[in-house]
């Protein structure tokens, strides 16, 4: 299985600022995904992210709110813009295994204020 | 619509308990099962999955699903309960779409407390 590591693992943001978590994945992968998990909720899937094309967005999520980035088979990152306290979740990425299950990271806590 | 639905919000069994943990899904064609576990500020770790084949899948700490196609079901079991098993548990589908499969629905989750 990938073993996959995210930084930070943690931050505080003020309201109005932008925080880029990073995603590093230790072998190369087609697809990767970043989640939401808002507190004591489950995972929603914000974007899937292949290399070399743009980031596939879910409803309701948006590329000026959520910037992705997918330079190579091994990293990708995820910016939250205009922090807001809503945006106040835990931030995870995943990478697609061979048999379509998904491998995730550590996940990044994000506090607004 | 489609759906994932893991009806217990919370469960709490005493160590040495057996325990299931149910998953209903709602899809016109079955998809690809999975459980995942996450600990208190950790990321998902997978437990098992299903694809096809013995519907009995085995996975990692002592688990195991039952895929029931009559029901819709990939309920997750265990013997014996540990400690340590006190987590939130998510079923997750990947429902197929022309043949191959990619994003993961997850269901809302089941968080199981373990009295000693």
């Known amino acids: 299985s990938a073993v996959i590591s995210q930084k930070p693992s943690r931050d505080i943001c003020q309201r109005g600022t932008s925080l880029t978590i990073q995603c590093q994945v230790d072998?190369?992968?087609?697809?990767m995904f970043w989640y939401r998990q808002q507190p004591g909720q489950s995972l929603t899937l914000i974007a899937t992210?292949?290399?070399?094309?743009?980031?596939?967005?879910e409803s309701g999520f948006v590329i000026d709110k959520f910037p992705i980035s997918r330079p190579n088979l091994t990293f990708s990152t995820l910016t939250v813009s205009n922090l807001s306290p809503e945006d106040s979740s835990i931030y995870l990425c995943?990478?697609?295994?061979?048999?379509?299950?998904?491998?995730f990271g550590p996940g990044t806590r994000l506090t607004v204020t | 619509a489609q759906s994932v639905t893991q009806p217990d919000i919370h469960i709490t069994v005493s160590e040495g308990a057996s325990l299931e943990l149910r998953c209903n899904y709602s899809?016109?064609?079955?998809?690809?099962l999975f459980w995942y576990v996450q600990s208190p500020g950790q990321g998902l770790q997978l437990l098992l999955k299903?694809?096809?084949?013995?519907?009995l899948v085995q996975g990692i700490k002592g688990f195991e699903a039952e895929f029931k196609r009559s029901q819709s079901s990939f309920n997750l079991r265990k013997p014996s309960v540990h400690w340590s098993d006190a987590a939130e548990y998510f079923c997750?589908?990947?429902?197929?779409?022309?043949?191959?499969?990619?994003?993961?629905?997850f269901g809302t989750g089941t968080r199981l407390q373990v009295t000693l």
């Open positions: 995943s990478s697609k295994g061979p048999t379509y299950e998904q491998y």
């Open positions: 072998s190369q992968v087609t697809m």
């Open positions: 992210a292949n290399q070399g094309s743009e980031a596939t967005y």
């Open positions: 899809y016109g064609a079955t998809p690809y």
């Open positions: 299903y694809f096809s084949g013995d519907t």
């Open positions: 997750a589908v990947a429902p197929l779409f022309r043949g191959t499969a990619s994003k993961l629905t």
